[in-house]
């Protein structure tokens, strides 16, 4: 009689186990969806509710200069360079940092235009930085970018860019 006894509560125990597992693998399922769930609607009604943040940040809060707003860009003689390869060195150049070229402070550009000249030869930009309150087209500061090289120009003359093709050009229009 008590092996039939010893029968009788293991199969007891094996249902209640297998009950135990189906509980558990359910409540852990119920789980899992409800925290996907949560996961998603936190998602979206964060990113919906950044995306205004984000365009008033951008504009009020870190202040980043936008282009027709706070500066201009107009690109010359396009044929001669590939847009991608003059935006790049203009990257390497620090002349696409416009918060910082439009900055009046001492550790600002403080720039009102710049004209950058490519010579096609020498592989090289030379840029004319007008400060603001410039007072005539001979008011400028010269410098330049060496495309092979991939860096600065340093102790360019005024003569670095006669006759050479004007390519781009950036404006401060918060001087004007």
């Known amino acids: 009689m008590k092996k039939v006894q010893f029968e009788q ?3 007891d125990l ?5 009950s135990r597992k189906f509980i558990l693998f359910i409540a852990s399922a119920l789980l899992i969806v409800l925290i996907c769930l949560l996961l998603f609607v936190f998602h979206n009604k964060q990113s919906s509710g950044s995306h205004s943040e984000t365009s008033q ?4 809060v870190t202040n980043q200069p936008s282009e027709d707003k706070d500066y201009r860009i107009q690109y010359s003689n396009s044929s001669l360079i ?9 990257k390497k150049a ?3 940092d416009f918060k910082y070229l439009l900055n009046t402070s001492d550790d600002g550009g403080n720039d009102a235009k710049i004209l ?6 020498n592989q090289q930009l030379v840029f004319k930085f007008y400060q603001n309150g410039y007072h005539s087209d001979n008011d ?5 970018y060496d495309l092979q090289k991939q860096t600065g ?3 360019l003359q005024p003569s670095s860019f006669n006759g050479l093709p004007l390519i781009y050009t950036w404006e401060n229009l918060q001087t004007k």
Do not use: D
């Open 9 to 11: 509560k293991l199969k």
């Open 14 to 18: 094996t249902k209640q186990l297998t």
């Open 57 to 60: 940040s951008s504009s009020q």
């Open 82 to 90: 590939k847009r991608a390869t003059l935006n790049t060195a203009l």
């Open 94 to 96: 620090g002349l696409f």
């Open 116 to 121: 950058v000249y490519y010579n096609q030869t």
């Open 140 to 144: 400028y500061q010269i410098g330049g």
């Open 153 to 155: 120009i340093h102790g």
